[in-house]
């Protein structure tokens, strides 16, 4: 297995532009992630999934950040317009949901720069 | 919500120095998983913690869950560069999500 793919790696935009990350979870995962990690904030949870579905989106900074799943193999999410300090690394993971499957699969994240 | 502290946040030790992070919560934690994420990387899962009191040893490092199932800690002997990076440990307790430390970065003098 390939492990979850993120894409792109590396993204730098203008302020005011529209960003889409894009994630394939691991095959047969059910639940998928976004995180965002800064030094001033760390690691935080802005939404997750399971069988598709958005469970919970607290974490979602602003109506600006939207996220989606039409199915179980790819997510994206969109941030519009994009502004200075949305620059973060972005991570998806997935986790199956049988017993023993709690451990999360972190991708490789995207860098995001917003100029 | 639920919320994991730990300490330090951050460690600087000589090669060769033992290593230790803190995990804590107000509340009982039905488990706890600690991750490890190299400078530049992702976080990787390293292990799971279910019982009261459970220890696990995976070279030289020892994890534990205390009695009260309130806290955690990851302790390295004989640090090596190799195990700089920074350590999360990670609540499981709310069905789905897991909610992640701060973290602890270890830096190490070669």
């Known amino acids: 297995d390939a492990g979850v793919i993120q894409s792109p790696r590396h993204e730098v935009t203008e302020m005011g532009q529209e960003v889409t990350l894009r994630c394939k979870p691991i095959?047969?995962?059910?639940?998928l992630f976004w995180y965002r990690q800064t030094m001033m904030r760390g690691l935080e949870l802005l939404i997750y999934?399971?069988?598709?579905?958005?469970?919970?989106d607290s974490g979602m900074p602003e109506d600006r950040f939207s996220a989606k799943m039409p199915n179980a193999s790819f997510s994206t999410l969109k941030i519009q317009p994009s502004e200075p300090r949305d620059s973060a690394v972005y991570f998806c993971?997935?986790?199956?949901?049988?017993?023993?499957?709690?451990?999360?699969?972190f991708g490789p994240g995207t860098r995001l720069t917003v100029l | 919500g639920q919320q994991v502290m730990q300490i330090p946040q951050y460690q600087h030790v000589q090669e060769g120095e033992d290593f230790t992070t803190y995990c804590n919560s107000s509340?009982?934690?039905?488990?706890i998983q600690w991750y490890k994420q190299r400078p530049g990387g992702h976080p990787v899962f390293l292990i799971q913690?279910?019982?009261?009191?459970e220890v696990k040893k995976q070279k030289r490092l020892t994890f534990q869950f205390g009695e009260a199932k309130k806290n955690s800690s990851l302790h390295i002997t004989a640090t090596q560069t190799t195990d700089v990076g920074t350590y999360f440990c990670?609540?499981?307790?709310?069905?789905?999500?897991?909610?992640f430390g701060d973290g602890t970065t270890l830096t190490v003098k070669p």
């Open positions: 999934f399971n069988n598709n579905v958005p469970i919970d």
């Open positions: 990670a609540d499981n307790t709310n069905a789905g999500k897991s909610t």
């Open positions: 993971a997935s986790r199956g949901s049988l017993a023993g499957q709690d451990t999360q699969y």
């Open positions: 095959s047969g995962h059910d639940y």
């Open positions: 913690l279910v019982k009261s009191g």
């Open positions: 509340t009982t934690l039905s488990n």
